[in-house]
Structure formats: structure tokens, C-alpha cells
């Protein structure tokens, strides 16, 4: 309950950008897209409206109370289109070669075995499907006194490299 309240904290949800972020991401109707630590469905609920009609969210999570929370608040707003996925700490089980989008905010840092798991995110992408990854820059933002919760664009481009992954596109939006 209290990590939904932080989550959903009027504040936070304010500054993150959320429909510059829906926007940068160019969703398409009929899109699948994955919302890799979905939290609450803060952005699970806006994709899927982007992607409608014919588009599905697949709002992925090791939290199932998360999850109801998500399927509860898309339900109460009249969202159809997200499918829980109850995934593994080094895997999303999500359905094979459907996933077009995989978004990973401010997520990436929290997850131990990374390479294990982009490996088996990258297993999941259909032909040209995307990586987006939003999470604190190095030395500024988020956990800055914990050097392993700290991801460099270094880092994280290599990473994408080891699964078979590139940069497409750097976007600015946040300091950091």
C-alpha cells in the first residue's frame, strides 16, 4: 500500500512526463507493448489508449498486488487492452515475438541479473521491435550514492549491444 502511495504520489506522477514520453514513443494503433515494472500502470493505462484499437499492453510485473491495482485502475477508466504478465526477476514471460515496444522507466537499475534479463526481453521482440529505457543518469539523478544502482548511457548502449541491440535515438527529456 505504501510503496502504491509513492508510486501514485500526485508530485511524482506530475513530473514524469507522461504524455511527452506517449508522445516521443510515435504508439501506433494496434501496437503490443510491453511496460517492463509497471508499477502502478501509470504509463500502462496511457499506452494502451495510444494504442487503440487493435494495440495491447502487456503491463509486467513481480508484484501481483501491483498488478491488481493495475487491472482494477484500468478497468475503473474503462481500459481493456493490458493483459497482466506475473514475470520472473530475470525474465517477463511474455508472449513469443509480439512485442513491438519494451519500456523500461526508472527500472533497469533495480534489476540484478540486467544482461540475463534483456537477453530474454530481446527473445520476446518481434523483427525490429524497440528497447525504450528511461532511468537516472549516472552521478545525478535517483540513487546517486549507490554506485550499482547507477547505469551510465555507456552502460546501458553496451548492454543492448551484448543482445543483439543498438541505439536508435537519444531524447533529452529530463535532467537527469
Known amino acids: 500500500e505504501e510503496w502504491m502511495k509513492t508510486l501514485d504520489w500526485p508530485n511524482r506522477i506530475q513530473n514524469l512526463k507522461i504524455d511527452e514520453i506517449v508522445a516521443a514513443l510515435k504508439l501506433k494503433p494496434g501496437q503490443m ?25 502487456y503491463a509486467v510485473e513481480v508484484d501481483e498486488k501491483l ?66 529505457v528511461i532511468d537516472f543518469k549516472a552521478g545525478i539523478g535517483g540513487p546517486r550514492d549507490d554506485p550499482k544502482m547507477q547505469l551510465s548511457q555507456e552502460q546501458v548502449t553496451k548492454m543492448m549491444a551484448a543482445v543483439g541491440m543498438k541505439p536508435v535515438e537519444v531524447i533529452n527529456l529530463f535532467d537527469d
Open 67 to 132: 498488478l491488481e491495482h493495475i487491472v482494477e485502475v484500468a478497468t475503473e477508466q474503462g481500459v481493456t487492452n493490458i493483459e497482466p504478465i506475473y514475470a520472473e526477476y530475470d525474465n517477463p514471460l511474455l508472449p513469443q515475438d509480439t512485442v513491438e515496444l519494451a519500456f523500461i522507466h526508472d527500472v533497469l537499475h533495480h534489476i540484478e541479473a540486467r544482461e540475463t534479463y534483456l537477453k530474454n526481453l530481446a527473445g520476446y521482440l518481434k523483427s525490429g521491435g524497440r528497447i525504450a
Open 33 to 57: 507493448v510491453a511496460d517492463i515494472g509497471a508499477g502502478t500502470g501509470v504509463f500502462s493505462v496511457p499506452f494502451a489508449r495510444a494504442v487503440r484499437p487493435g494495440g495491447k499492453v
